[in-house]
């Protein structure tokens, strides 16, 4: 018998190879990340993926589709006598150091709370990184999941227009962010160059194996998390917040000389308000207030006094205009029920917010 020669046989398979990965961009249409274990193999996650230790079984990823698709909200069937409340915001309401049953959406849904004469049900969207755009475009994605009411809670950290495409998931959606820009008619460039608009050449199979890669390990960690709960690393001891801070008064390049609300994307929250009929409650999130080191300049690391008193102003001038349903929740919370950061709450400082945000609920559903 004859054995097949070696040399045109690795011949053809290299040839096959570069073959398969030029021809690699001709699939880039196709939502690869919609193909996913979760909520069929595994059941669907709390929260979005996110993270960089792999002892929390998690990962952080720049595929929108693949994030929803391992969401428990894709997988639940939504019940006759279910309220489905979306939850919209930063790594505050993901949930940092606290675990799915601690954060906001745990404790709303351990009070078993009624509206409208159905059972709340709340899903937690949010997603570190305090952007407004990276908001809307995840508010824009969850409107397909049959929402009865959205709770959208922010901080001016989110308004300053040069943040927009700094989040790594919105600077990696560029397609998503030109949709958003001309479905919502955005003040945007949609060829900003912080967005990273692939070439054909960073398409092939080689140049998009780390994404892939990042594919098949959130499918691989279900396995350790769903025999776990765990999707989140939790340090046995943290950084604190910062209360101590220098005699500076500066936020971002905005100027203290002209108008605050020409200088935040208020036109971004427009959009998202303005995205649905749906009952939304805009929430203007709990922050530290530190009583430190000029404490009399900065209420904490993000914010000098006079930007978020003319923010707090400002916001209740907008809601006020538009009839928006509004709490500011500002001071809600003692500055020790703060964890490693002037918006993350303790599961204390959480509870404190889930009352507030739970009563409203009950008060602004139809």
């Not at 949930?95 to 709340?122: D, F, H, M, W, Y």
């Not at 008619?185 to 967005?195: I, K």
């Not at 950084?239 to 020409?262: C, G, N, W």
């Amino acid at each position: 018998m004859q054995s097949p020669r070696l040399f045109p046989l690795l011949l053809k398979a290299t040839l096959l190879l570069m073959l398969f990965n030029f021809a690699f961009p001709l699939l880039s249409g196709l939502p690869l990340g919609k193909l996913s274990l979760y909520n069929k193999v595994f059941p669907g996650r709390e929260r979005f993926p996110f993270g960089e230790n792999q002892r929390g079984y998690n990962l952080s990823l720049f595929n929108l589709d693949a994030m929803f698709a391992a969401h428990v909200l894709v997988g639940a069937p939504k019940a006759d006598d279910e309220y489905r409340v979306l939850l919209i915001g930063d790594s505050s309401v993901w949930g940092t150091l606290l675990t799915p049953e601690q954060n906001l959406a745990g404790q709303l849904n351990s009070q078993n709370i009624s509206a409208c004469g159905k059972n709340v049900r709340a899903y937690n969207l949010g997603y570190p990184y305090i952007s407004l755009l990276q908001e809307l475009m995840i508010l824009d994605e969850a409107l397909q999941y049959q929402p009865d009411m959205i709770v959208w809670l922010t901080t001016l950290e989110s308004f300053p227009k040069e943040k927009q495409f700094g989040a790594p998931l919105v600077a990696n959606s560029p397609d998503r962010v030109k949709r958003l820009i001309t479905n919502y008619q955005l003040p945007l460039n949609p060829d900003d160059p912080a967005l990273n608009h692939p070439t054909t050449s960073n398409q092939t199979f080689t140049s998009r194996r780390k994404d892939l890669a990042n594919l098949i390990r959130l499918q691989l960690y279900g396995v350790p998390w769903s025999a776990t709960g765990i999707d989140q690393f939790y340090p046995k001891s943290y950084e604190p917040a910062q209360t101590d801070f220098e005699a500076d008064d500066s936020f971002y390049d905005i100027k203290k000389s002209e108008p605050l609300r020409d200088q935040l994307s208020l036109d971004i929250l427009d959009a998202g308000l303005n995205a649905t009929d749906l009952p939304m409650i805009l929430v203007n999130e709990p922050i530290l207030i530190s009583d430190g080191a000029n404490s009399d300049i900065r209420y904490n690391f993000f914010y000098p006094r006079w930007a978020y008193d003319q923010y707090r102003v400002m916001l209740a001038e907008y809601t006020s205009s538009r009839n928006q349903p509004y709490l500011d929740l500002w001071n809600l919370v003692p500055n020790d029920e703060f964890t490693n950061s002037g918006v993350h709450l303790t599961p204390f400082g959480e509870s404190l917010l889930a009352a507030q945000v739970g009563d409203a609920i009950q008060n602004f559903c139809e």
